[in-house]
Antibody
Framework: EVQLVESGGGLVQPGRSLRLSCAAS????????MHWVRQAPGKGLEWVSG????????GYADSVKGRFTISRDNAKNSLYLQMNSLRAEDTALYYC?????????????WGQGSLVTVSS | AIRMTQSPSSFSASTGDRVTITCRAS??????LAWYQQKPGKAPKLLIY???TLQSGVPSRFSGSGSGTDFTLTISCLQSEDFATYYC?????????FGQGTKVDIK
């Protein structure tokens, strides 16, 4: 059974950093692209970042470009999101999401999310 | 970035209704279009990919069509468990943008 478990969320002050982790199980991370998608309270879905199977293709939403960094460790079956210079508007539930294929692809499994709250 | 626009943003319907949600891309995306369903407090669930391919396990009352810039999601006979918010998403290129969502609630 595919499982994606996010961790690392919490309350952080504006301007500070936070690192999200996603532990994958039930499949081999190496074979798939992975993504982070967020959802602000009461709002819609926003794609944040994606990374191909071998980290050769990486993309970011304009809203986080230059502040967030996605990475993966296939040996540890883990995905990460380093978030720097956090802003109030980054407050959201962050989902770890599995791509169906190795590169540009739709999303077939979602974690339950990790809540990030940016507030002083 | 490719902008995805859904319509309507919300509407009310009754069980048994046939409902259609539209999604328009700001530029052509071929068939790189997926639809997701989200219920309150839950993670989204994949319904359709490649614009018209039903994900395994999804009821056949859901269908998708379109290519290029214009797409539709149709629920042929609305069931109680279908009241939810629906999102389209393009995955042709980064950023993989979502539509703003369409909330379907009970009339």
């Amino acid at each position: 059974e595919v499982q994606l478990v996010e961790s690392g969320g919490g309350l952080v002050q504006p301007g500070r950093s936070l690192r999200l982790s996603c532990a994958a199980s039930g499949f081999t991370l190496y074979d798939y692209a992975m993504h982070w998608v967020r959802q602000a309270p009461g709002k819609g879905l926003e794609w944040v970042s994606g990374i191909s199977w071998n980290s050769g293709n990486i993309g970011y939403a304009d809203s986080v470009k230059g502040r967030f960094t996605i990475s993966r460790d296939n040996a540890k079956n883990s995905l990460y999101l380093q978030m720097n210079s956090l802003r109030a508007e980054d407050t959201a539930l962050y989902y770890c999401v599995k791509g169906r294929l190795t590169g540009t692809t739709y999303f077939d499994y979602w974690g339950q999310g990790s809540l990030v709250t940016v507030s002083s | 970035a490719i902008r995805m626009t859904q319509s309507p943003s919300s509407f009310s319907a009754s069980t048994g209704d046939r409902v259609t949600i539209t999604c328009r891309a700001s530029q052509g995306i071929s068939s790189y279009l997926a639809w997701y369903q989200q219920k309150p407090g839950k993670a989204p669930k994949l319904l359709i990919y490649a614009a018209s391919t039903l994900q395994s396990g999804v009821p056949s009352r859901f269908s998708g069509s379109g290519s290029g810039t214009d797409f539709t999601l149709t629920i042929s006979c609305l069931q109680s468990e279908d009241f939810a918010t629906y999102y389209c998403q393009q995955y042709q290129s980064f950023p993989h943008t979502f539509g703003q969502g369409t909330k379907v609630d009970i009339k």
